[in-house]
Structures are given as structure tokens and as C-alpha cells.
């Protein structure tokens, strides 16, 4: 996890960002906006004296769940606050990561500064005192439906219970929240409740998820464009004029990239009639990864909206210096659960067209490029094996891209009986988008070695611009040795975002 002591992301009622979400769990501190303290200070006020007036209120003055017919005296809810956590907190499988508490903890506390959950400020500081200490909760990873599972373990570690991560060791909660010098603190009304009620997993992962694919969408685009200049195939069928005639934004964006980013090749240049029409997986790039753009920006959109929404039940708003208490579903995870099978199925979209790729370029009978993509009569494999890592994690996307949302069951004896599933279609995209890094690295590896049997003819603008970068820690491969390393070496160029970031630059304009 990368740290940035400076610039803090302000948390408020202002809309947030992905990019607010993905910089706070990868590091960044949190500063909270006063007016939403202030707000939230109101309304817990109003909860307070609803209680002293025994109004019937669900998850505070009742059980939940099920339990919901139960009543509750003044003196049990603290401690039912609590109990719910612990009863909660039993996920299993491997640990989340770092990262993915530390977006469930941001998102988690975005809502809560909407002032609708009944929390007081103190439980918005506490949680942004956690983050800005880097006192991390330990949560198992699986088993939850849409929510309640990770962030009752999260919600433990608030409280001094389960455990927590603090400067690389796993300590007893209230150890490490000591060592970072963060006092005891007891629930106050809501206060367990407030953090597990919400869509708050799912919409965290779906953060982590439409960035990381966000970042790979560009490298994806030079990756194909690449295996077409190596492969001397024609930019014919990125022509503006084309794409207007079927006007689907990312499908036209995609070409106009492609065009920027293939600009002044002698390769394309030199060959230019040397294929009438090239293969689908070539020739279709802008289709392709055009409509993997369009259902990345619709998950976008729906993902962001989740994450400025408030999605607690109940929800507390005073109106009229009267407290009204509103029970309902918003803490269904359908809208962010349907996107995120749907990006599943877009990242596999894209995984198979780039395998498809990397086993043409590295294929004598169809590329014109020497065998495996090394010198011949060397008596080396090459290129041979990587496109067969990419062929299997390719297979492993097909799988992933089965929907999470339609296995919805029944729980909490009937009384929840149509769950989202979101989390399972979140760690699915996750996963999807952890594989089609290393599926487009590896076209990558494949397309810079590719271009340099093309010398002394240049490479395009984009081509050469990429290939810089990727000689900085990838060298040409002139005999087998150990690939494993370049292949991570690439991934890594990927993940730290600077590839893309130069590709986005040279694709603005026009």
C-alpha cells in the first residue's frame, strides 16, 4: 500500500469521488468537513431524545433481523450495539487485504458524514483517526451476501475488539489502537448497527475495481494497436467516418485514441496494402474494447452515485425540529451487484481479445514474424509459453463472468429473502481485473519484442513511447531465460499507473 503523508481527502455531504475512495485506501489521510460533524451532531441529539420518549425504532430500540418484534430497554442498547457486532463478525476464507479494509472503512464513513444513520461525530472521527494512524482492522474476505460480514469485523476493531493491523504486525485491537494513541470507545445508540446496515462492502471493492480496470482500459488500447503495427495490419478501420456510422461513445473513443496513438509509423506506413483486412481481434479493437469502455463508464456511474448515497436502514432526518424515522431497503446491494456482473463480462470480453492477440503475433504461419518471436536457429522457446498463461487466465475470466446476482437466497429465517450478492460479484470483477493485467501485460511483452524485428522502421508515436518505458525494465530477449521476471516486471509498469497516465496524456486533443 502506497502512503501519501500530504494532501488529505476531505470527507463531507460534497459529493465524493472513485479517485477520493482508491486514494484513502491506498494510503492518502482523511480531513472531515465540520459542517457534516456539525449536522450529524443534530440529529444524534434528536435520537437521543426519542429514546428517552420510548419511541419504537428498528435496530435501536428493537432487535434486527428477525429479531425485529424484540424491545429493548435504555440499558440494553448499548450492549446490544455491540453484541450485534460480535454475533455478525464471522467471515471466513482468506484475509481482505489492507487496501480493501481501508476502502470499506472510507466508504463506510462517507456515509455515515451524510447525517441520515444517527451516529455522532465522534464515531465519523474515530473511524478517520483509524485511517490517518493506518490502524487497519483484520477482516476474512468471504461470507457475505451484500454486507454485514467484513464490516462487523471492521466495526469490532472501531470498538477495541477482534483485531488490527498496526505497523506491520497483527495485534489485539485495543493494543493497536493504543500504540496509535487512540483512546477506548463504547457505542453509543445505532453504533453498531450504522456500520453494518449499508452497501458499504460491495461499494468499496466496486471502487477498487472500476479504477484498477480504469488504469488497464488505456494500456489495453496499445497493447492491440502494437500487436497490429508488429503484425503489419491497417488503421483503415479506425477511420473517424467508420465509427460515425455506428456512434457508440466508447467504440468511438477507442478508435480516436488508436489514431493518436498510431500516428507516424513507418511500419504502418511501409505496409500499408499489405493486408486487405485484417483479423477481428485486430481490425475490431475500437468495437471491442469500445463496448468494455461503455459498460466500464456505466459502472462508474452507478458506482459513484452508491458511493454519495446514504444506505443505512433505518435513515433519520429532522424536519421541523421533529425527528422522522425511515425504514426501508436501501440497504439492497441490486444496482452496484448488476453493474459489477456486467463489468465481469466486459473484462472478459477484453482478456480474450488480447490472448487472442498474443497468440497471433507469437504464431510464424499467421504473423510474418519469426517463430515464438526469437532469432532464428537460436534453439530457444521465446515467446512460446506466455500465451498460454494468458490463455488459461483468459479461461478463468470466461468463469468469472457468470453473474453473482441471480444466486440470490433466502436468509434471517424469511425476513431477507432476496440478498444482492454484491460482494461476490465485487470480488469477481476484482479478480477478473487482477487476471487482464497480467493477460494485457503479457501482449505487451509480446508486442514490444514483435516491433523490434521492424528495425530500423520506427514505430508509431504511442508504440515508441511505450516501448521506452517498457525497455526500462524489460530488456530485449535475444535467448531464453527465466520469463517469469519480465512478466512481473510488466505488471507492476501497470499497476503503478505511470503507463497510462502517459498514454492518456498523448491521447488528449482532437
Given at each position: 500500500m502506497t502512503t501519501h503523508p500530504h494532501s488529505p481527502v476531505i470527507l463531507g455531504r460534497d459529493p465524493s469521488s472513485i479517485d477520493d475512495i482508491v486514494r484513502i485506501a491506498d494510503?492518502?489521510?482523511?480531513?472531515?468537513?465540520?459542517?457534516?460533524?456539525?449536522?450529524?451532531?443534530?440529529?444524534?441529539?434528536?435520537?437521543?431524545?426519542?429514546?428517552?420518549?420510548?419511541?419504537?425504532?428498528?435496530?435501536?430500540?428493537?432487535?434486527?433481523?428477525?429479531?425485529?418484534?424484540?424491545?429493548?430497554?435504555?440499558?440494553?442498547?448499548?450492549?446490544?450495539q455491540l453484541n450485534m457486532l460480535r454475533s455478525h463478525a464471522c467471515g471466513v476464507g482468506p484475509d481482505l487485504s489492507l487496501r480493501e479494509v481501508r476502502a470499506m472503512m472510507v466508504v463506510t464513513l462517507k456515509s455515515l458524514l451524510q447525517g441520515y444513520s444517527g451516529v455522532t461525530p465522534a464515531l465519523a472521527q474515530r473511524i478517520a483517526d483509524m485511517l490517518n494512524q493506518q490502524v487497519t482492522p483484520w477482516s476474512p474476505g468471504s461470507g457475505s451476501v451484500g454486507y454485514l460480514i467484513a464490516t462487523a469485523h471492521i466495526g469490532l476493531a472501531v470498538f477495541g475488539e477482534g483485531r488490527c493491523w498496526y505497523q506491520g504486525e497483527m495485534l489485539p485491537a485495543d493494543k493497536a489502537l493504543a500504540l496509535a494513541g487512540i483512546p477506548p470507545y463504547a457505542p453509543g445508540p445505532r453504533e453498531g448497527h450504522a456500520l453494518v446496515g449499508g452497501t458499504y462492502e460491495i461499494t468499496a471493492l466496486a471502487c477498487l475495481a472500476v479504477a484498477d480496470f480504469g488504469r488497464l482500459l488505456p494500456v489495453a488500447d496499445m497493447a492491440g494497436?502494437?500487436?497490429?503495427?508488429?503484425?503489419?495490419?491497417?488503421?483503415?478501420?479506425?477511420?473517424?467516418?467508420?465509427?460515425?456510422?455506428?456512434?457508440?461513445?466508447?467504440?468511438?473513443?477507442?478508435?480516436?485514441?488508436?489514431?493518436?496513438?498510431?500516428?507516424?509509423?513507418?511500419?504502418?506506413?511501409?505496409?500499408?496494402?499489405?493486408?486487405?483486412?485484417?483479423?477481428?481481434?485486430?481490425?475490431?479493437?475500437?468495437?471491442?474494447?469500445?463496448?468494455?469502455?461503455?459498460?466500464?463508464?456505466?459502472?462508474?456511474?452507478?458506482?459513484?452515485?452508491?458511493?454519495?448515497?446514504?444506505?443505512?436502514?433505518?435513515?433519520?432526518?429532522?424536519?421541523?425540529?421533529?425527528?422522522?424515522?425511515?425504514?426501508g431497503g436501501n440497504g439492497h446491494g441490486a444496482p452496484v451487484a448488476l453493474a459489477l456482473d456486467s463489468l465481469a463480462i466486459a473484462i472478459a470480453q477484453l482478456s480474450t481479445a488480447s490472448q487472442a492477440r498474443s497468440d497471433r503475433i507469437t504464431n510464424v504461419h499467421l504473423s510474418g514474424l519469426p517463430a515464438f518471436l526469437v532469432t532464428p536457429g537460436a534453439g530457444c522457446s521465446g515467446m512460446m509459453i506466455p500465451p498460454y498463461v494468458a490463455a488459461a487466465l483468459a479461461g478463468d475470466n470466461r468463469s468469472l463472468a457468470g453473474p453473482a446476482s441471480i444466486h440470490t437466497v433466502p436468509t434471517c429465517a424469511g425476513q431477507e429473502d432476496h440478498v444482492s450478492m454484491g460482494v461476490s460479484a465485487a470480488r469477481k470483477a476484482l479478480k477478473a481485473v487482477e487476471n487482464a493485467v497480467d493477460i494485457v501485460a503479457i501482449e505487451l511483452l509480446c508486442a514490444c519484442q514483435a516491433l523490434e524485428f521492424h528495425r530500423p522502421l520506427r514505430a508509431a508515436v504511442g508504440s515508441e513511447a511505450t516501448l521506452a518505458l517498457v525497455r526500462e525494465v524489460v530488456p530485449w530477449r535475444e535467448k531464453d531465460t527465466a520469463l517469469y521476471p519480465d512478466m512481473h516486471a510488466l505488471r507492476d509498469l501497470i499497476n503503478r499507473g505511470k503507463l497510462s497516465a502517459m498514454l492518456q496524456e498523448m491521447c488528449v486533443g482532437e
Open positions: 494510503g492518502a489521510p482523511v480531513a472531515l468537513d465540520q459542517a457534516a460533524l456539525d449536522n450529524m451532531a443534530v440529529v444524534s441529539q434528536r435520537i437521543e431524545l426519542a429514546i428517552e420518549e420510548g419511541q419504537v425504532i428498528y435496530g435501536l430500540t428493537t432487535g434486527v433481523g428477525d429479531l425485529v418484534t424484540t424491545r429493548l430497554s435504555r440499558e440494553q442498547i448499548s450492549g446490544t494497436g502494437m500487436c497490429l503495427e508488429a503484425l503489419r495490419g491497417n488503421t483503415r478501420g479506425y477511420d473517424a467516418r467508420l465509427h460515425a456510422l455506428r456512434p457508440h461513445p466508447g467504440q468511438q473513443e477507442t478508435a480516436r485514441r488508436l489514431r493518436h496513438l498510431l500516428k507516424d509509423s513507418e511500419i504502418l506506413t511501409r505496409y500499408r496494402d499489405h493486408r486487405i483486412q485484417d483479423a477481428l481481434s485486430l481490425r475490431c479493437i475500437p468495437q471491442i474494447h469500445g463496448a468494455v469502455r461503455d459498460q466500464l463508464a456505466n459502472c462508474r456511474q452507478i458506482v459513484t452515485t452508491e458511493l454519495n448515497s446514504v444506505t443505512d436502514n433505518p435513515l433519520f432526518l429532522v424536519e421541523e425540529q421533529q425527528l422522522t424515522v425511515l425504514p
